[in-house]
């Protein structure tokens, strides 16, 4: 079914959402039939371990919480026979766009094109569209964000019961019915799949308005190196949900309070951060450079040279208010002092002389 005069979309065939973890890295993807064929790759994102779920729990959607409540009218009016074509069109161009705000809404994609192409059918069986058929995807998405906030708080956060796993922990969530969504981590279409270890499996064609995914043969023909990797193909958007947790649980993904802004960010192994890099309210930096530079400024303080200078000022300060030392005399002595620190600090000043002259 092709909408007529459609330019802005491509409208592909079987649009299905792709989710998969590979050498340390989340891919969520969308791919659809091209020309009856080729297997065609219109959307990849590659985020780092714990990136998507950091990002999803911290983000504001109501953009496109909006864009979903919107696809009401326009159902209501396809089911009024208004403006056909149109109103297809807002829902698939907006429900593409989604994309652009998280990965995860690579569902939303889908479930649009599942609804348009099932629409020859409706039309024969005189069925209206259930207008919500998209909208009701916000619930589950708020809840699906405030059940990974606790996932990463409670299950994932090393710091707390630190005595049991983090199965254990999410077991126990479920038993004390803490999750929205509950239930076992069990999800739809996973597929094994042989994919290229490390090199783009897409190749370009010029006929094609996206990447062509490569045929396997091809891959062996160019002699790379291969990996079997499960791939799920969601049913439901909890499917995804429920995948991105299991794979969470078996790569060991660990999740640390900012020590700035106190927000959850994601750790591999042993890593020591203890800032995220997020940046900060009304800055251009990110917490981990301010933390970065709070951590060199308290070394330099804790430095004998400071510490020397620093009391050595604190002491000639007082001698203004006791009236031992003038204003004046305190100045001269202070871009003095400063100057014998610095060459101090850069080795230019032996350190027992720089204190025997504070000390005079």
Avoid at 274 to 294: D, F, P, V
């Amino acid at each position: 079914m092709v909408l007529s005069g459609k330019k802005n979309i491509y409208i592909g065939k079987n649009v299905r959402a792709r989710i998969f973890f590979k050498n340390q890295n989340e891919n969520f993807e969308i791919h659809s039939d091209y020309k009856g064929e080729n297997k065609l790759l219109e959307f990849h994102k590659k985020m780092s371990y714990g990136e998507s779920v950091e990002t999803f729990v911290y983000g504001n959607f109501e953009i496109v919480y909006n864009i979903l409540k919107e696809t009401e009218i326009y159902f209501e009016n396809i089911n009024n026979n208004k403006n056909y074509d149109l109103n297809w069109e807002y829902i698939l161009e907006s429900c593409t766009k989604t994309i652009s705000w998280h990965p995860y809404f690579i569902f939303v994609k889908q479930a649009a094109f599942e609804l348009f192409y099932y629409e020859e059918e409706r039309l024969q069986k005189k069925e209206p569209i259930d207008i919500r058929a998209l909208s009701k995807l916000i619930i589950i998405y708020q809840n699906i964000r405030k059940d990974l906030f606790q996932f990463i708080s409670f299950c994932l956060n090393p710091k707390k019961e630190p005595e049991f796993s983090d199965i254990y922990k999410f077991i126990s969530l479920i038993d004390e019915n803490k999750l929205l969504l509950s239930g076992e981590l069990a999800y739809g279409d996973v597929i094994k799949e042989i994919q290229a270890l490390t090199e783009s499996y897409v190749i370009e064609d010029d006929d094609a308005l996206f990447g062509l995914v490569s045929p396997l043969i091809r891959l062996r023909k160019g002699n790379r190196p291969m990996c079997v990797i499960e791939v799920l193909y969601p049913n439901t958007l909890i499917d995804l949900h429920k995948f991105i947790m299991a794979n969470y649980l078996r790569e060991n993904i660990k999740f640390k309070a900012c020590k700035n802004c106190n927000s959850y960010f994601a750790v591999l192994g042993n890593s020591k951060a203890e800032y995220c890099n997020r940046l900060m309210a009304g800055s251009e930096k990110t917490c981990r450079q301010a933390g970065s530079m709070r951590i060199y400024q308290n070394k330099k303080l804790e430095d004998p040279i400071n510490q020397a200078y620093t009391r050595a000022y604190k002491t000639r300060n007082a001698r203004i208010r006791y009236g031992s030392m003038t204003r004046e005399e305190f100045e001269k002595w202070s871009v003095e002092a400063r100057d014998r620190r610095d060459r101090c600090l850069a080795g230019l000043l032996d350190f027992r002389e720089f204190e025997k002259w504070l000390s005079e």
